[in-house]
């Protein structure tokens, strides 16, 4: 019989059965498709143990253990290799994309010998040449058209080339770098010699300027060739002094909206220590946010006209974070330089080239650290959904090892032949959860993770000590409060009643205590007997003679007549005019009494004076007021 199709579909069941492909095969019809050119032929006979149709795959390759587990097992389904696909790339020109928006995600490899392929299943779709070795590739919404088609960036040198439909549209060239004026001021002289312009680029070096690839290779030149020296500065001196620069890292940033298709700019770090975001359309630099150092790695959250943030791994092992078009001052420095750099919705994960890898919070404090026994080739994000959103670490190493950590607990881990120095997680054809892997020789291998993968810590036997089953003893006061606790849960309606009625009996009794002030003459306000006064008093003076104003208004709406107004003190003070007769109170008008007090106290003692205003029909005060005297000067003799 002929192969028509050869989907790899995963048969889930006995450990033994893990990792199978099955082929369907039917008689009698002509091969079709680009899967079917890839497909094996058939064996003259099954061989013992094998069923036909099914090819069994070697548990031990597998990883697979189907006895009782000593050691940490892979949690990968080896699905398809290719050993000489010539896929030489690094994690940064790896990337999955629907290009054609049929809902066939594709694998797109910018390799080192400036190819970008195109993979669709097993089968290799198409070529195109670039024109300088890429350093980034990432796909792109530049559009919100239907269909939604993805164009791809590819960044190489100095450029970053635009794909639509996998077909050069259009390439961005960087700006070039701004250079300090004294160094175009020294070029721009005319008369000036081969020597003495060298001389004045050292002094400019000497003092921290900056100089430009020209300026640096003058000065390269030995002071004995004259000769050659002249000629290099005649040969670039009509030449206009520009410093371009290149691309050394890219990612994308959404624009307004979180959906997976929805519109996004081009984030790229230049040579420079420059980051540029591009428009949509990637013809132009939307925002330039400077850099202490070259960046070397991004990681991009957030909506570029909301709120965003760029975690920046540089060059110089320092991590910067540029939150809205600003760089924060809030830095991480890392033990050495890095090598890979991830972001979670509340951590950042760093790789470094002492064998370790970080954990941060997005804040800068240090959550981890792993260490590992080889160094880090590269990193990668797991990210599945599924009852609850899990992330993991994929962590490629030089000894061949392949890690999986969840959080700082080792899930998995699996060996393969040639050193990884690529990766990408993600969709690829019709299924969600796969891992692609670039090798160092070239190959490319795909895994699928099962739907029913265990990523939890404990199912490698992994987790806390047996120790924490031990009951501790708790303290009495902890015992009580857990009683208290537990005793406001059983009777909180009651508690709750309770509280509003003493709530209620105290602001009754508040009331009750205010109206007792305004209507027995206790306070500065009355309103007895239906009149309505209040009284304010002010003092004046250094001592030890001060002047008393007091201020009476009637705030009601009736004349008073014929109160009388008294002042009483200890015998610290003398008050000269101790009671006042008012005649009369008109409505709205204020009454101002002044009043002479002397202080008796030879050291200046302080005291109160009380003021009392008295109706002729009561012997309970109208007002009072307390007047509080501040301390006397002392008099020289």
Not at 483 to 503: G, S, Y
């Amino acid at each position: 019989g002929k192969v028509r199709d050869c989907s790899w579909k995963l048969i889930r069941g006995k450990p033994q059965e893990r990792g199978e492909l099955l082929a369907n095969v039917k008689d009698g019809e002509p091969p079709s498709g680009g899967d079917a050119a890839q497909a094996p032929p058939p064996p003259a006979g099954p061989p013992p143990g094998h069923t036909t149709g099914k090819l069994q795959l070697d548990p031990e390759v597998m990883n697979v253990q189907t006895g009782p587990v000593e050691r940490i097992s892979s949690v990968w389904l080896d699905a398809w290799q290719d050993p000489v696909a010539n896929a030489k790339a690094f994690s940064q020109c790896v990337r999955l994309a629907d290009v054609f928006g049929d809902g066939d995600w594709r694998l797109l490899v910018a390799d080192a010998r400036k190819k970008l392929k195109v993979w669709k299943g097993t089968t290799l779709q198409s070529e195109h040449n670039l024109l300088e070795s890429a350093v980034a590739i990432t796909p792109f919404y530049s559009e919100a058209n239907t269909p939604r088609t993805p164009a791809v960036a590819v960044a190489a040198g100095a450029f970053v080339f635009i794909y639509r439909n996998l077909r050069p549209y259009y390439k961005f060239t960087l700006p070039p770098v701004d250079l300090d004026p004294k160094e175009l001021a020294v070029w721009g002289e005319e008369a000036l010699e081969a020597a003495q312009l060298a001389q004045q680029l050292h002094a400019l070096r000497e003092a921290g300027v900056a100089l430009s690839v020209r300026s640096t290779d003058l000065l390269a030149i030995d002071d004995a060739e004259t000769a050659k020296r002249q000629a290099f500065v005649e040969r670039h001196k009509a030449t206009p002094l520009v410093q371009p620069t290149c691309v050394t890292c890219m990612e994308t940033i959404k624009k307004n909206l979180e959906e997976p298709d929805s519109v996004s700019c081009l984030c790229v770090g230049t040579e420079a220590g420059q980051l540029l975001i591009l428009d949509p359309s990637g013809t132009s630099v939307a925002h330039k946010i400077a850099l202490p150092a070259t960046p070397v790695f991004l990681s991009v959250s957030g909506l570029l006209d909301v709120d965003y943030r760029v975690m920046v791994a540089a060059r110089n092992g320092v991590v910067y974070t540029v939150k809205n078009h600003e760089l924060s001052t809030a830095v991480i420095e890392l033990e050495s330089q890095p090598c890979g750099l991830l972001r979670t919705p509340k951590t950042i994960i760093v790789g470094c080239m002492n064998n370790t890898v970080h954990s941060y919070h997005v804040k800068g404090k240090k959550n981890f650290s792993l260490y590992l026994p080889a160094s880090v080739l590269c990193m990668e994000l797991l990210s599945v959904q599924r009852q609850r959103m899990v992330k993991a670490l994929i962590v490629a190493l030089a000894n061949g090892e392949v890690r999986v950590y969840n959080e700082k607990q080792l899930v998995s881990i699996h060996q393969t032949n040639d050193l990884v120095v690529g990766m990408r997680f993600g969709r690829f054809g019709r299924e969600d959860n796969t891992l692609i892997s670039t090798h160092a020789s070239g190959a490319l291998s795909i895994k699928i993770l099962p739907r029913r993968a265990n990523m939890e810590a404990s199912a490698n036997g992994t987790g806390p000590p047996p120790e924490q089953d031990i009951p501790l003893n708790i303290p009495k006061k902890t015992k009580l409060y857990v009683e208290q606790t537990q005793r406001e849960r059983e009777q909180a309606i009651d508690m709750h009643r309770i509280f509003q009625r003493d709530l209620c009996k105290l602001r009754l009794s508040t009331a009750r205590a205010y109206v007792r002030v305004l209507t027995d003459g206790q306070g500065p306000i009355s309103y007895t007997a239906g009149s309505s006064l209040r009284l304010n008093a002010q003092v004046q003076g250094l001592g030890p003679h001060f002047k008393i104003k007091l201020n009476l208004q009637n705030t009601g709406s009736k004349p008073i007549f014929g109160l009388p107004m008294m002042l009483t003190s200890s015998p610290v003070y003398k008050i000269s005019t101790a009671q006042i007769h008012i005649p009369i109170l008109l409505p709205g008008l204020n009454y101002l009494f002044e009043a002479e007090v002397q202080c008796m106290d030879a050291n200046g003692a302080a005291d109160s004076i009380r003021v009392f205003v008295f109706s002729p029909s009561s012997v309970v005060p109208v007002l009072s007021a307390i007047v509080k005297m501040p301390l006397s000067e002392i008099l020289e003799q």
